[in-house]
C-alpha cells in the first residue's frame, strides 16, 4: 500500500520554511510505503478568494480564478497527509498561505474532498515569540474545518513545529534547551519528528479506510428548515434529559 505525503511550502522565497518542510519530508521516507512530494509556492500566483459563490464551477475546474491553485487540487486530493509550511508575517501565517487555505472551498463545496487525511504543520519566525504558535493554531483550524485530521509532536508535546530563524539558512543554528528531555532540540528535530508522525498516523488513517464502508458515515452537523426543533419540544427535550440526570433545574 503506497501512502503520499504532500509538503508544502508557503514561502516565497527559498529559504527556512522549504528547509523546514523538506527536513519533514525526508524523514516521513523513513516509513515504508511513504512517498512524498515537495511543492514550493517560489514563483507561484495564488490569487485571494473573491467569494463568487461560482464553484465548483465544473468537474474539471474547482474554482472561477485560474492560476497556481489549478497545479495544488489535484496534489491535495491525491495526499493521504498534508504538511503545511508557512513564515511567519505580522504574527501569524503569510498572505500565501492564507490564500491557499481561503481557495480550498471548492474541494469543500464539491463533497467535503479533503475528509480522512492527516496533516501537520510548520512555522518559522524571526523571534521566539514572534506568532509561529498563533500561525500553527490556523493551520490547525484549517486543517479541522476541512476534515483534516492534525496532529503534532509527542516528545516535546507540541501542536506542530517551530522554527527560529532572522536570515535565510539560520535555521540550521535553531535549538533550544528542552528541559523534561535533558538535552538541546532543534528546529530541524522538531520537522523531524512531525514528518515522521504525520506519515505513520497517514498509514494508519489510510488502513483504516481500507475496511470502511463510506454509507455508513452521515454528516452529523446542521438541520433542515423543516427539522428544526420548536421552542415546546425544546423545553420538552430538557425536561427528559433532567429527569435523566436526576435534577431540576431552576
Known amino acids: 500500500m503506497e501512502v503520499k ?3 508544502i511550502s508557503s514561502s516565497p522565497r527559498s529559504g527556512n520554511t522549504l528547509i523546514m518542510v523538506h527536513e519533514a519530508l525526508k524523514s516521513a521516507e523513513t516509513v515504508s510505503g511513504i512517498k512524498t512530494e515537495l511543492y514550493s509556492f517560489i514563483g507561484k500566483k495564488i490569487s485571494p478568494c473573491i467569494d463568487c459563490d ?9 474554482c472561477a480564478i485560474q492560476d497556481s491553485m489549478d497545479e495544488i487540487y489535484p496534489k491535495l486530493l491525491e495526499a493521504d497527509g498534508i504538511i503545511l509550511g508557512s513564515p511567519v508575517y505580522t504574527g501569524t501565517v503569510n ?5 491557499m487555505m481561503d481557495r480550498c472551498r471548492p474541494l ?10 492527516v496533516g501537520g504543520g510548520i512555522t518559522v519566525g524571526a523571534c521566539r515569540s514572534g506568532g509561529q504558535d498563533n500561525a500553527l493554531q490556523d493551520i490547525i483550524y484549517f ?27 539560520a535555521i540550521m543554528d535553531d535549538k533550544w534547551d528542552c528541559k523534561h528531555l535533558g538535552r538541546d532540540v532543534t528546529g530541524l528535530e522538531e520537522a523531524h519528528d512531525l514528518g515522521h508522525r ?3 498516523c497517514s498509514k494508519i488513517i489510510k488502513t483504516g479506510l481500507q475496511g470502511f464502508d463510506p454509507s455508513e458515515y452521515k454528516e452529523s452537523w446542521g438541520f433542515s428548515r423543516e427539522k428544526i426543533p420548536s421552542l415546546k419540544e425544546a423545553r420538552k427535550r430538557m425536561k427528559e434529559i433532567e429527569k435523566d440526570l436526576g435534577i431540576k433545574y431552576q
Not at 461560482?54 to 474547482?62: A, G, I, L, T
Not at 498572505?95 to 490564500?99: E, L, N, P, S, T
Not at 486543517?143 to 539558512?169: D, S
Open 5 to 7: 505525503i504532500l509538503g
Open 198 to 200: 504525520v506519515a505513520i
Open 108 to 117: 469543500g463545496r464539491a463533497g467535503k474532498l479533503l475528509q480522512h487525511k
Open 143 to 169: 486543517f479541522i474545518l476541512v476534515g483534516i485530521y492534525p496532529v503534532g509532536l509527542m516528545r516535546q508535546l507540541q501542536i506542530g513545529a517551530m522554527g527560529l530563524a532572522w536570515r535565510p539558512g
Open 54 to 62: 461560482r464553484c465548483p464551477v465544473s468537474e474539471k475546474q474547482f
Open 95 to 99: 498572505a500565501q498561505m492564507k490564500c
